[in-house]
């Protein structure tokens, strides 16, 4: 065979090689990649995703405040290296450490239910704080949010009991719970005062906390750690003027939030139209207290506004170096850190006075 040929055909047969091992070859590592944005102002999947019930006068509104999402590789699937390499050339993905996404030995089912319930949260906490905004109270109490399996208080207490005392002791917030409790050495009892959960759902539902003394229940605390536990998690529970649904299916995580939170600020402003017909778009969570919180893949939710027409984008300010080094064509983002800095920027947009902004920079400043 002459050499020439040989030459050839062995290269052809290392490329080969390669090409299969790179096909065959799992890397640690995850890609992300810009998921779909929705309007919270409008529909989607031909329902309203943001429902205000109970009568309350809702305003009309126009342009858009788009919530925007990543589409990741779930924390089971494994990467090849060609993907890997495919998706660092690729400038709207970004190839990851899988462990930034998803702890070791977490499964697709329990990265489902955590962002699952991060959504649920986040919706909670995004119409407290577009209430709080709007001057509209929200009552609030403490309820058990879950009951350990076999521990004290299980069948004893339930998910949903509100809980008003512990020893007498009234219940502020939901850390006063656990402080009460492990103030008994294991084996003590411990008095609960509750309102059971479905007296507590049928005030709810008409917006008001329920009332009575409630019942005392006795339980007989065990040890966990050297301190004294009953087997519950106490939560923060809200109670709404009215009912306002989040309809939008197929989203997970926190990230959300704050234009959920604005999307309803919106709807329940006399007159309406914070926007002025802009198309504006964003991220970040937030908490009730209006306070915006940082989220992963800024970059990758730039592209994904800018793509669908994106002018504005509300940026968290602990993301604002980020997304800053790296912005599309056209998109300026307007750094935020609590919802009352967004809505002041939306007045500023509505009115074209967009000097005043608040930018970010490449130095985060």
């Known amino acids: ?29 995850a890609e992300m990649s810009p998921g779909p944005t929705v309007n919270t102002l409008g ?21 858009h405040l788009n919530m925007t999402t990543v589409r990741v590789t ?13 998706g660092w050339l690729d400038p709207s993905s970004a190839v990851v450490p899988h462990r930034t996404l998803y702890p070791e030995g977490q499964t697709a089912e329990q990265a489902d239910q955590q962002n699952a319930e991060e959504f649920t949260q986040s919706q909670e906490s995004a119409k407290v704080a577009a209430l709080r905004q709007l001057h509209i109270p929200v009552a609030s109490q403490t309820v058990v949010g879950a009951v350990v399996k076999d521990k004290p208080a299980d069948g004893v207490l339930h998910a949903g009991d509100v809980i ?28 609960f005062t509750v309102i059971p959960a479905k007296e507590a759902a049928a005030a709810e539902k008409q917006g008001k906390q329920p009332e009575g003394p409630g019942k005392q229940v006795a339980i007989t605390t065990a040890a966990s750690g050297g301190r004294a536990v009953v087997g519950i998690q106490a939560q923060v529970d809200h109670i709404f003027p009215f009912p306002i649904d989040v309809k939008l299916a197929d989203v ?4 959300a939030g704050l234009m959920f939170a604005l999307g309803i600020v919106d709807k329940l402003t006399p007159g309406g139209n914070l926007t002025g017909g802009r198309f504006v778009a964003g991220t970040g969570t937030i908490d009730d207290r ?3 919180g940082p989220i992963g893949g800024i970059s990758m939710k730039t592209i994904g506004a800018r793509d669908k027409g994106a002018e504005f984008f509300l940026t968290p300010k602990d ?15 307007v750094k935020v850190d609590t919802i009352g800095d967004a809505v002041q920027a939306l007045e500023k947009i509505r009115k074209n006075d967009l000097a005043g902004l608040p930018s970010c920079s490449p130095a985060g400043r």
């Open 1 to 29: 065979m002459p050499r020439r040929t040989a030459t050839l055909l062995a290269s052809t047969l290392m490329l080969i090689a390669l090409l299969c091992a790179g096909v065959l070859i799992p890397v640690p590592y």
């Open 43 to 63: 529909d989607h999947n031909g329902e309203p995703v943001l429902q205000i019930g109970g009568g309350r006068k809702t305003y009309q509104t126009s342009g």
């Open 74 to 86: 779930g924390p089971d699937y494994r990467m090849n290296l060609l993907e890997a390499i495919y």
């Open 164 to 191: 008003k005392a512990v020893d007498g002791r009234k219940i502020e917030q939901a850390g006063d719970v656990a402080a009460f409790v492990t103030r008994h050495k294991p084996g003590q009892q411990v008095v």
């Open 252 to 255: 997970g995580g926190p990230s």
């Open 290 to 292: 209006g306070k915006v």
């Open 319 to 333: 993301n604002c170096a980020a997304a800053a080094k790296d912005t599309p064509d056209g998109l300026r983002l």
